[in-house]
């Protein structure tokens, strides 16, 4: 009986083989009477010859003579088979090739001349899909068939794990070109096979049509934003084989090309080693490595998460400047017409010091004047480029680093995090363990293969990603764009020096610009490069540092001599405070003794009645003179007050309108109370609120002058400060909660804006240094609800107080700016790209029904085959359309 045909008949040896001669690789079960089970077999064993050569289901007369015994390996498992190969001619070419008969009938020969074994085509399909979606071993998954085809001594299985890796990486690589629409061969086009992003600028492909006319400050619309990044995951050993080994996607995928990388690195003077400026990154060298290949650095598409084509190179001992110029040359050489780029890496501010120097240096030793001339670099003119750090990798760096490499301040950035690198290399540290026992050639061929498999499920999946990007620029933009305008409708409301935002706004606008001229390349450069290009002279560097300096240094000193008089100002409003509360206590003592002393004297004159008649002490009419209160002596004879009634005096409580039932508290006799009791609650809350706002910036400023203690003795002596600080706020935290707890009983709306409910988590101040920022800071419409009245400004504050509030309000209102300019770049961005992507599969069908209808140069199966890819792209397309 056959396992593998549906609802299987049993049948004799002679008529399972007739039945199977469609079929002649299934795997059958024989019954055996010796041993009483059913026992796994072969056609081949049964005595099936395979005959290849197609003549309308007849059977060749010109047939090879004896059949060839060949080792076939399908899904399931390893078996033998008797081929025997057609001998006719076809046309004047005479017989077909052996190889050429095993394919048309769907297997892979496993060598090109004398064969001795062949692979199913769904074979190789299955493990090129389970390789690259479920990172699967060549090992593990050849070893999976031989337990399948014997799972008890799986020794006796004839082995061909060594014909395996050769033909599934042939395989691979065919199937590759196919798909691209390229005939394979050795000398291919640069990053022909690459999976170019559909959402990215591509120029004649999908870049909108007036882009050249943009002004300055929407040319981001249009720029190519990408990321550099290495990962030492991605090592290889040191295999000892072929010098001139080389992959099968020779300079054509995602490596730059090999050849040009040797001849480059060859020419390069050696790396020397990089002082940093700012701290020491594992980036620079500062960190151990091994292998003759210690890792990959690799271009990337900053907003998509696309490799880019040409834009891998191996490294040595780390990211030498030396790796990544040549990757940024390789991997921007389709992208070089473009006005603007806008570039990630998390070592920017190092990396960009010296970029255009190098860049000289390169152009000269390898123009296409030399003999030693790159093949895959033609042009060396990078535009303009905007560089940041990444948003995760910024807070790893100096405060001016990340306020002058910040892509949440960087003009054109819009919620790019500039992390996409890291993204992509999260999914291939396991691929590292493959690859790095691999020969240098097989390593790039299947990091190339894996690679272009994430681009491909990122392209189908394009649409979905714009449209939850679109979504959420569309929330964002609306939120923090009301945020702002409440923001300056406050700040214009208090008592602030007339068109201080107008002031505010010409310095930020002076520092966009700075980044933007930042950008271009100095004009002295001897090299002909474009009129744009990127990174920053030594001059320019050192203007930038001193003027950054003199800011920072005019802060530090306004903020140390402000916060001082705001932390004094802040004690002396505790001492009041403090006074005021010993001040009410002796009050109250004092009112309980007059107290008790007026009871005293009223027993004494009881006891003058008659009503005591116990014995006077001696000084008993010298204390009741001296208790005798003047309302006393003006009484009229014969009133008395008991001692019941002043103790029901003593326990009298005066409730106001909100302590009482909601029946009670709604009646129209108690209505007059209830407003005057909700003015003096809403007062109450209010200087609450202020209190609270002042008590935030004050311990914020107290907590960055406690973060400057180097001793033990200055940590002691600021301990008392911030915890009565600490106490303070805690007290006008709950004087507010009491208060709003009486208005909503009273009946104020529970959602009033003006008086919402005060969490642990509303207590803090907005963002003032950079150091304080946190990830996700950018999706935070509001720091707190509490900041959306600024009315406590115009407090009686000390003018130092004043001026650190000022101060604190300019860099809130800057950071909102920034934060609101960013989302609103994005939601234009994303706009714009989803325009590309329509364009882009626009293209695609186009260009592959081009292919489809030149059926004089093509055979029909490329005719098909492009009229195949023409319909997928439209399915992606007006899928796109309608996501968008």
């Known amino acids: 009986r056959c396992k593998e045909c549906w609802n299987p008949q049993i049948y004799c040896n002679r008529c399972i083989v007739d039945s199977h001669c469609g079929n002649p690789l299934h795997v059958v079960e024989e019954w055996s009477l010796e041993k009483r089970f059913w026992a796994r077999r072969t056609l081949g064993e049964l005595g099936m010859v395979i005959k290849l050569g197609d003549h309308g289901g007849k059977v060749c007369d010109r047939l090879v003579s004896g059949a060839r015994d060949i080792c076939v390996v399908t899904s399931q498992g390893v078996q033998d088979a008797k081929i025997q190969f057609c001998g006719c001619s076809r046309g004047e070419e005479g017989p077909p090739e052996h190889y050429v008969q095993l394919l048309e009938v769907g297997l892979w020969p496993g060598s090109w001349k004398l064969i001795r074994t062949a692979f199913s085509l769904d074979v190789l399909d299955n493990f090129r899909r389970l390789s690259t979606q479920g990172n699967v071993t060549a090992l593990d998954f050849y070893t999976s068939l031989v337990r399948q085809t014997d799972g008890v001594i799986p020794t006796t299985v004839k082995n061909r794990y060594r014909e395996f890796l050769c033909a599934t990486r042939e395989h691979q690589f065919t199937k590759w070109c196919m798909r691209k629409g390229v005939d394979p061969s050795v000398t291919l086009g640069s990053g022909c096979l690459g999976n170019l992003c559909p959402a990215c600028p591509h120029v004649d492909i999908n870049i909108d049509p007036g882009w050249e006319t943009r002004s300055e400050d929407k040319q981001y619309l249009d720029a190519l934003y990408h990321a550099v990044d290495g990962n030492f995951t991605q090592n290889m050993k040191d295999k000892g084989t072929d010098a001139d080994d080389l992959p099968l996607t020779l300079g054509a995928a995602y490596f730059a090309d090999e050849l040009d990388t040797k001849r480059?690195?060859?020419?390069?003077?050696?790396?020397?080693?990089?002082?940093?400026?700012?701290?020491?990154?594992?980036?620079?060298?500062?960190?151990?490595?091994?292998?003759?290949?210690?890792?990959?650095?690799?271009?990337?598409?900053?907003?998509?998460?696309?490799?880019?084509?040409?834009?891998?190179?191996?490294?040595?001992?780390?990211?030498?400047?030396?790796?990544?110029?040549?990757?940024?040359?390789?991997?921007?050489q389709r992208w070089m017409q473009l006005k603007l780029h806008i570039s990630a890496y998390d070592i920017n501010c190092q990396y960009r010091i010296k970029f255009w120097e190098r860049l000289e240096k390169i152009q000269k030793k390898f123009s296409v004047a030399q003999n030693s001339s790159l093949r895959s670099i033609r042009r060396f003119d990078i535009p303009s480029t905007r560089a940041g750090v990444g948003k995760f990798h910024e807070p790893a760096h100096k405060l001016d680093c990340r306020l002058l490499n910040s892509f949440h301040y960087l003009p054109g950035a819009g919620q790019t995090d500039g992390e996409a690198p890291e993204r992509i290399w999260a999914s291939t540290t396991s691929l590292g363990i493959r690859t790095r026992e691999m020969t240098p050639g097989h390593r790039h061929d299947t990091i190339n293969y894996f690679h272009d498999d994430m681009n491909?499920?990122?392209?189908?999946?394009i649409a979905s990603s714009l449209v939850k990007k679109c979504k959420e620029a569309i929330k964002y933009e609306e939120e923090i764009s009301r945020s702002i305008k409440e923001l300056e409708g406050e700040i214009n409301a208090i008592d602030l020096p007339s068109h201080i935002i107008d002031k505010w706004n010409i310095d930020r606008l002076k520092w966009d610009e700075d980044l933007i001229k930042a950008s271009r390349p100095p004009t002295s450069l001897a090299c002909q490069l474009s009129r744009t290009s990127s990174g920053l002279s030594d001059d320019r560097i050192a203007e930038i540092q001193r003027g950054f300096s003199a800011r920072v240094a005019a802060w530090n000193n306004v903020a140390q001599s402000s916060l001082g008089v705001a932390i004094a100002a802040s004690m002396a409003g505790l001492t009041e405070e403090r006074r005021a509360q010993v001040l009410e206590e002796v009050k109250i003592r004092e009112d309980l003794l007059a107290e008790k002393s007026l009871a005293q004297s009223l027993e004494d004159i009881d006891g003058e009645d008659g009503t005591d008649t116990s014995p006077e002490k001696p000084n008993t009419r010298k204390r009741k003179r001296a208790v005798e209160a003047p309302e006393e002596k003006s009484k009229t004879p014969g009133t008395r007050l008991s001692r019941k009634f002043l103790d029901s005096l003593r326990t009298l409580e005066i409730h106001l309108p909100s302590s009482y039932p909601l029946d009670v508290r709604t009646n129209h006799i108690l209505a007059e109370a209830v407003k005057i009791e909700m003015a003096m609650r809403r007062e109450d809350a209010s200087d609450a609120l202020d209190q609270v706002r002042a008590h935030l910036a004050a311990t914020y400023g107290l907590g960055r002058h406690q973060a400057k203690s180097t001793t033990q003795q200055q940590k002691l002596r600021n301990r008392g400060p911030s915890q009565r600080l600490r106490l303070a706020l805690n007290g006008a935290a709950k004087a507010y909660r009491r208060a709003r707890i009486a208005m909503v009983a009273l009946g104020m709306d529970e959602k009033d804006p003006t008086f919402q409910p005060l969490k642990n988590c509303h207590l803090k101040s907005f963002v003032v240094r950079e150091e304080d920022r946190r990830w996700g800071d950018s999706k935070a419409s509001k720091e707190s609800w509490i900041w959306e009245s600024l009315n406590f400004v115009g407090n009686d504050f000390s003018e130092g107080v004043k001026d650190h509030i000022v101060e604190n309000l300019r860099v809130h209102w800057c950071r909102t700016k920034a934060k609101a300019d960013r989302w609103a770049e994005e939601k234009a961005l994303v706009v714009e790209e989803m325009k590309r992507t329509l364009r882009f599969f626009d293209f695609q069908v186009h260009l592959w029904k081009a292919h489809g209808n030149a059926e004089g140069k093509n055979s029909l199966g490329q005719v098909a085959y492009a009229q195949k890819q023409a319909f997928a792209y439209q399915r992606l397309l007006d899928h796109s359309r309608q996501e968008f």
């Open 264 to 332: 480059y690195f060859s020419v390069m003077p050696a790396p020397r080693s990089q002082n940093s400026s700012c701290n020491k990154f594992g980036a620079m060298g500062y960190y151990g490595h091994w292998g003759a290949v210690s890792g990959l650095v690799g271009l990337s598409c900053a907003r998509h998460m696309f490799v880019m084509p040409g834009g891998g190179v191996d490294l040595k001992l780390g990211e030498t400047w030396a790796a990544v110029d040549l990757l940024m040359l390789s991997g921007l």
């Open 456 to 461: 491909w499920r990122r392209t189908y999946g």
